[in-house]
C-alpha cells in the first residue's frame, strides 16, 4: 500500500513545533499510526515518540455570483501529528 504523507505549513501548526516540538502532516485516509510513524522515521531521519491522527470533515462553502448561487463542500482528509523526540528537528525546506 502506498501512503501519501505532505507537511501541513500554517501558523498553528507553527506554533505547535515551536512550542512542543509537534509537525502536522496530512496523510492518506486509510494509513494507521504505525504506518504513519515508519514512514516519518525513514524520510526525515527522526525518532517518533507519538502518533495523533485526526479526521478533518469537508466544509460546505456556497458563494454569490453573476449567475446565481453556487454551493460546493472542501474535500475531507486525515491529519497526524507528530511528536517527535527532544533535541531533534524536520527541516521540511531542505529538498525543495
Known amino acids: 500500500m502506498d501512503i501519501m504523507i505532505e507537511p501541513i505549513v500554517t501558523e498553528k501548526a507553527t506554533r505547535l513545533t515551536e512550542k512542543l516540538n509537534r509537525y502536522t502532516f496530512r496523510v492518506s485516509p486509510d494509513a494507521n499510526k504505525y504506518q504513519i510513524q515508519d514512514l516519518v522515521e525513514k524520510l526525515y531521519g527522526v525518532k517518533v515518540v507519538a502518533v495523533n491522527?485526526?479526521?478533518?470533515?469537508?466544509?460546505?462553502?456556497?458563494?454569490?455570483?453573476?449567475?446565481g448561487l453556487l454551493k460546493g463542500k472542501t474535500a475531507s482528509y486525515k491529519?497526524?501529528?507528530?511528536?517527535?523526540?527532544?533535541?531533534?528537528?524536520?527541516?521540511?525546506?531542505?529538498?525543495?
Do not use: L
Not at 53 to 67: D, E, I, Q
Open 53 to 67: 491522527t485526526a479526521v478533518v470533515r469537508g466544509k460546505n462553502k456556497s458563494r454569490y455570483t453573476k449567475s
Open 79 to 96: 491529519k497526524a501529528i507528530i511528536t517527535v523526540a527532544d533535541g531533534e528537528t524536520i527541516d521540511f525546506y531542505s529538498n525543495i
